[in-house]
């Protein structure tokens, strides 16, 4: 079956750290860029980071850049993010997504997501 | 407060048509022919089923059709089922500071 399970979400205190993953089935991996994508308690989604096929080339939001980093692992089928100083303005639903290009670009449109893991930030 | 606007809800009668509106700016919407929209069930994963403003992924019902006009795309269901009910989000890509894609706030579709 073709899906992405996320994984590793919870109750963290200001200033903590988590790992959040992500992993697939179902598909070639490697072929797809991946995406993170969060949505706060009745807000839109918004984007958060993306990582390249190889895990070579990363983008990040400015809300999260330089606290938080994408990487994946194409042997285990998983993308990572890693969340590091974490605020209260960062708990949300955190959704990871794939790119529905299978020819290794980036079109920022989304075919496959996952359920989500909930982020819970607070003291 | 999300990038683009949209209608919180609209509700309507099974078999009814209905059109959900998204609002941008010239930076998003309409700038680039990327307009995406997302149907999301709470606790199911979201699921593509408009890109590029007028394309629809297989698999995906004919029932569903984009369109866009200047800084506005718009969503549209025909013959409304009770499965349609759900929250739509649409998507823009956009240039402003660093690539990347803005969503709507989504609007909760009722089926009466």
């Known amino acids: 079956e073709v899906q992405l399970v996320e994984s590793g979400g919870g109750l963290v205190q200001p200033g903590g750290s988590l790992r959040l993953s992500c992993e697939v089935s179902?598909?070639?991996?490697?072929?797809?860029?991946m995406y993170w994508i969060r949505q706060g308690p009745g807000e839109g989604p918004v984007w958060i980071s993306r990582?390249?096929?190889?895990?070579?080339?990363?983008t990040y939001a400015d809300s999260v850049k330089g606290r938080f980093t994408v990487s994946r692992d194409n042997a285990k089928g998983t993308v990572y993010l890693q969340m590091n100083s974490l605020k209260d303005e960062d708990t949300a639903v955190y959704y990871c997504a794939r790119d529905r290009g299978d020819d290794a670009s980036s079109s920022w449109v989304f075919d496959l997501w996952g359920r989500g893991t909930l982020v819970s930030v607070s003291s | 407060q999300s990038a683009l606007t949209q209608p919180a809800s609209v509700s309507g009668s099974p078999g009814q048509s209905m059109t959900i509106s998204c609002t941008g700016t010239?930076?998003?919407?309409?700038?680039?022919?990327?307009v995406s929209w997302y149907q999301h069930h709470p606790g199911k994963a979201p699921k593509l089923i408009i890109y590029d403003v007028t394309n629809r992924p297989s698999g995906v019902s004919n029932r569903f059709s984009g369109s866009k006009s200047g800084n506005t795309a718009s969503l549209s269901i025909s013959g409304l089922q009770t499965e349609d009910e759900a929250v739509y989000y649409c998507s823009s890509y956009t240039t402003t500071n660093i690539a990347h894609v803005v969503f709507g706030g989504g609007t909760e579709l009722t089926v009466l």
């Open positions: 990582v390249d096929t190889k895990g070579t080339f990363t």
């Open positions: 179902g598909f070639t991996f490697s072929k797809y860029w």
């Open positions: 010239s930076s998003d919407i309409g700038g680039y022919n990327h």
